[in-house]
């Protein structure tokens, strides 16, 4: 393909040096926003176009299959704008559909089908597709080529067999998901079994280190891989095999890697292995006709939890690059104008994240207006937060034509924190989606504990009974399980009668009967004291009773911390419902939660509020941003607070959320917060007090600029002298309102206004900046 245009004239300098770059190492320290895709798209186009490299010898590695398929399409439409203008001297959208179609096959055909573009797992499961016969590990396990690839269940179901049947170990003691949590760590930090064994000091690690190896025996025998062999294995087959290293190593001349801030040591090594050949001495790297190309920013990096090490980008120039300083080095461009975002929310994103010691210098540089103030609200508790929230999305909706339902995001730090949000946006019938996650009521552990109160209000329900006879593992099996309920449907009566008939019992399930028994006495125990019990006791108790939360603290995983979260979030929903309801039995409970989890589907295609956690809003980005609950221990969390690396990633996490916002952030805390049950005062985030003051407009310092709200609809702005009965008003925080009463005059008056939702609030009309609304 020939072009005559230059196709790179409508980058920025900073992006269009790091396009050309042809040879050699080069870190891209992209900012939020700055166009880092755009950046690494150009570069492929470039690499193709003007260097004549071919699209197989380019491996481009994406952290997501999304990212790869954008990045494929945008090289794609790059090429195919290149040809409409090279053989017909037209742009491509003016071209016939059907000569577009034409382009679009020839660009895949003769360029993207040859390009190895994709997330780690998916391109070095492909090379293990051609090599891993050439593999074998320290015991002498080998695979071939047409290995499966279990999923987390098939994995943990062989973990489960090998704690419970093969070894016979305590599964309390070694729980089969925080043995697995285990053994993906190890993976990921690049440890067979024999080197996590040499480096366990304590008895529980060398036992896992023994499921480790019995878990690799068992995948060799299914032949099958598991996610993090994908990464593992091809690391390992290129230190042993310098002829398979060395074949790979001459295809992808020109390497690019995206999120680089996210990659683990297992990772790293890989890029390692290909880009050098193994060769460790610097001084010898051919770089002739080859690149390695990373994109990345250390102060998006929140996936340790993950093994993610961003330590990798801080040394990226130590490692590959001239290790010069900023201003003098050529292995290194910054891009740092933002697309994105109004220049008040960069000023505090660049202020809050100066803060943080390990990172490389950047400032995100504005490309739009100063926007609106950043808004602060200081709530009296999560309820209240929810209700302001709520409101003034119902407000910005309302008045902004060009905003609608999709144009909001809610982003926390724990899933637990969605729930009040969720109760109030559907009592308000606005429709809203969970990113990443599931809707408080859909989750598992909220779904296990409502079947345990649904099986004690309602003894008929078998599919509650079901579901819980066995949740935790009390050794009540399949085989018995289905003999209780086969008597059952053959006495044409419930589960729950059999199971509360020790005779039946101790006749039906055999070895389980102890355990069958118990759980049954447990459960009747229960339905005796719900009448005369709130419901917040029988829950605690059945919490406890049941082993519950006992069992997900056993587990000891991130994820089981999270479970554990929500469930006492549960609790807090239980109090608030007591708080707000005359009836408060538990069936009225159990009604409540059904209508919730009922009245939230969100129709296909249909615009909706978005609610996630910090961690899955990257990547993402909203007209509108709501950054809640920040206060000391929630964000940043309680284990950040004495781990100053630990409390830097909590700052990270707290600059992506900033940095979702393109036009308004809302931030806001509460001054208490219930904590299972009880009222804790709460204290303001700290990193509150990291943003610039100025910036920010709160319930006592009113906004510095005038909102773009107020110029629509009919909003005039106000004569202070000239307020009266029954004016209708706009107020930047509580919304529409009408104003009832009139106090004082001149300089002193101050009136009395009536907002959907909030009742009376008595305002002075000039620290407010009320709008007349006609």
């Not at 204290?683 to 107020?710: C, G, I, M, N």
Request: charged share 25%; aromatic share 10%.
């Amino acid at each position: 393909m020939t072009t005559s245009i230059d196709f790179l004239s409508h980058l920025n300098p900073s992006q269009r040096q790091a396009v050309e770059h042809y040879c050699g190492p080069l870190l891209v320290v992209a900012g939020a926003g700055s166009g880092k895709t755009r950046a690494l798209t150009y570069r492929i186009a470039n690499l193709i176009l003007k260097h004549r490299v071919a699209p197989d010898n380019i491996l481009a590695v994406t952290f997501t299959n999304k990212a790869a398929r954008e990045m494929k399409e945008r090289v794609q439409k790059l090429f195919a704008e290149q040809l409409a203008m090279s053989e017909y001297g037209q742009r491509f959208d003016l071209l016939p559909e059907y000569e577009q179609v034409k382009l679009r096959s020839q660009v895949y055909r003769t360029t993207i089908k040859d390009l190895w573009c994709g997330t780690f797992h998916s391109l070095f499961s492909r090379i293990l597709r051609f090599d891993i016969e050439k593999y074998q590990d320290e015991k002498g396990r080998r695979w071939n080529r047409n290995f499966s690839i279990f999923d987390e269940s098939d994995v943990q179901s062989l973990i489960k067999e090998i704690v419970n049947k093969q070894l016979n170990l305590d599964d309390k003691k070694f729980d089969h998901r925080s043995v697995r949590y285990a053994i993906s760590n190890a993976k990921n930090q690049g440890f067979s079994p024999q080197e996590f064994e040499r480096e366990q000091p304590n008895y529980r690690g060398r036992v896992i280190a023994q499921v480790y190896s019995c878990y690799q025996d068992k995948l060799a025998e299914n032949n099958a891989l598991d996610f993090d062999d994908l990464i593992l294995i091809p690391t390992r087959l290129f230190q042993q095999n310098e002829q398979v290293l060395g074949y790979w190593h001459r295809k992808f001349c020109h390497i690019l890697v995206d999120e680089y801030q996210d990659t683990n040591r297992t990772q790293y090594d890989l890029i390692r292995l290909l880009v050098t050949n193994g060769e460790e001495n610097k001084s010898e790297w051919e770089w002739r006709n080859r690149s390695v190309f990373v994109v990345g920013d250390a102060d998006q990096s929140i996936y340790s939890f993950r093994m993610a090490d961003f330590t990798i980008l801080l040394e990226f120039q130590e490692d590959f690059g001239d290790g010069l300083p900023d201003d003098d080095t050529r292995t290194m461009v910054k891009l740092e104008e933002n697309y994105r975002s109004c220049e008040n929310i960069l000023q505090a994103a660049n202020e809050l994240i100066e803060n943080n010691t390990q990172r490389i210098d950047k400032i995100l540089k504005p490309t739009r207006g100063a926007g609106e103030d950043i808004y602060c609200y200081k709530a009296d508790d999560e309820l209240a937060e929810a209700d302001f929230v709520i409101n003034q999305i119902r407000t910005l909706e309302h008045q902004n034509p060009e905003l609608n339902w999709g144009s909001f995001a809610i982003l926390y730090r724990t899933n637990a924190q969605s729930r009040p949000f969720e109760e109030l946006l559907v009592r308000n019938q606005i429709p809203y989606t969970v990113v990443g996650g599931m809707r408080f009521y859909d989750r598992k552990e909220i779904k296990d504990v409502i079947a345990y109160l649904r099986a004690i209000a309602n003894p008929a329900d078998t599919v509650s009974l079901l579901r819980v006879i066995n949740t935790p593992r009390r050794g009540i099996g399949k085989t018995t399980i289905d003999g209780l309920v086969n008597a059952s449907q053959q006495l044409g009566t419930t589960l729950w009668e059999i199971l509360s008939d020790e005779t039946s019992v101790n006749t039906l399930a055999g070895r389980a009967t102890k355990a069958v028994n118990s759980f049954a006495k447990m459960i009747g125990t229960w339905q005796t004291k719900m009448a005369t019990m709130p419901v917040t006791e029988v829950l605690q108790g059945v919490l406890e009773d049941s082993g519950y939360i006992q069992d997900l603290q056993s587990q000891g995983t991130d994820e089981s911390e999270d479970r554990i979260q929500n469930v006492q979030e549960l609790y807090n929903a239980v109090l608030q419902f007591q708080e707000e309801n005359e009836d408060v039995t538990l069936q009225a409970f159990l009604q409540s939660t059904a209508l919730s989890s009922d009245l939230d589907n969100l129709k296909e295609g249909k615009t909706a509020v978005s609610l996630m956690t910090l961690h899955a809003s990257k990547g993402l980005e909203f007209p509108v941003v709501y950054l809640v609950g920040l206060e000391q221990g929630l964000f940043p969390n309680y284990r950040s607070l004495s781990d100053p690396a630990a409390l830097e990633e909590e700052r990270r996490l707290c600059y992506v959320g900033i940095t979702r916002a393109q036009e308004r952030l809302y931030l806001s805390h509460a001054r208490e917060r219930r904590l299972y049950g009880s009222r804790e005062p709460a204290v303001r985030s700290q990193f509150l007090d990291e943003l610039p003051e100025e910036l920010l407009a709160t319930q006592h310092r009113s906004r510095q600029t005038y909102t773009k709200s107020s110029a629509v609809r009919g909003v005039k702005p106000s004569n202070p002298e000239n307020w009266q009965v029954g004016d209708r008003v706009l107020h930047k925080t509580f919304g529409l309102g009408e104003i009832t009463h009139v106090f004082g005059a001149g300089n002193k008056i101050s009136v009395a206004i009536k907002f959907a939702n909030l009742g009376q609030k008595i305002i002075d009309p000039r620290v407010a900046q009320l709008q007349r609304v006609e």
